[in-house]
């Protein structure tokens, strides 16, 4: 019987640390990403008054442009947990969008966040459909053998 209780003992300690890995792998890894400004620099910002340099100046450059040039201005901060393997999710989002005039002047200020369920294009990324059907090998390699003009002029 002396033999039993040190294995039980070491068997009850190896299943308390199993235990708190497992407890820690459930707690969520939090991660913040962009910035929007408060509102009180916000509410420096006026309509019709100030434009792209001196919101610049009052509340900083943004991570991002609409597609359309400098006609807005969008700060962009989201939230997100990942739990142990799973992907990401995205537990709050928040957008400024600052719109231009054509003459550079602020037209509006708006906020949105995951409730308002406007879809915002930062940009416009397209790929060329030749390059898209073709592996990373085959568009290193594809010339490799392939017969040239100057083979079919000897």
Request: glycine share 10%.
């Amino acid at each position: 019987m002396n033999g039993l209780f040190p294995r039980i003992r070491r068997s009850g300690r190896l299943a308390a640390v199993a235990g708190v890995l497992l407890v820690a792998a459930c707690q969520p890894i939090v991660r913040n990403h962009g910035y929007v400004p408060p509102e009180d620099q916000l509410s420096e910002v006026s309509v019709g008054r100030d434009t792209r340099d001196s919101v610049a100046e009052k509340i900083g450059l943004p991570l991002n442009k609409g597609i359309d040039g400098d006609r807005a201005w969008y700060y962009v901060a989201s939230t997100r947990e990942t739990f142990g393997a799973r992907a990401p999710k995205v537990v709050e989002r928040e957008v400024v969008a600052i719109l231009f005039n054509d003459n550079g002047t602020v037209r509006n200020i708006v906020r949105l966040d995951e409730q308002d369920g406007q879809v915002v294009t930062l940009t416009a990324r397209v790929t060329n459909p030749s390059v898209a059907d073709r592996g990373l090998l085959r568009q290193i390699f594809g010339n490799v053998g392939s017969p040239t003009a100057g083979d079919f002029l000897e």
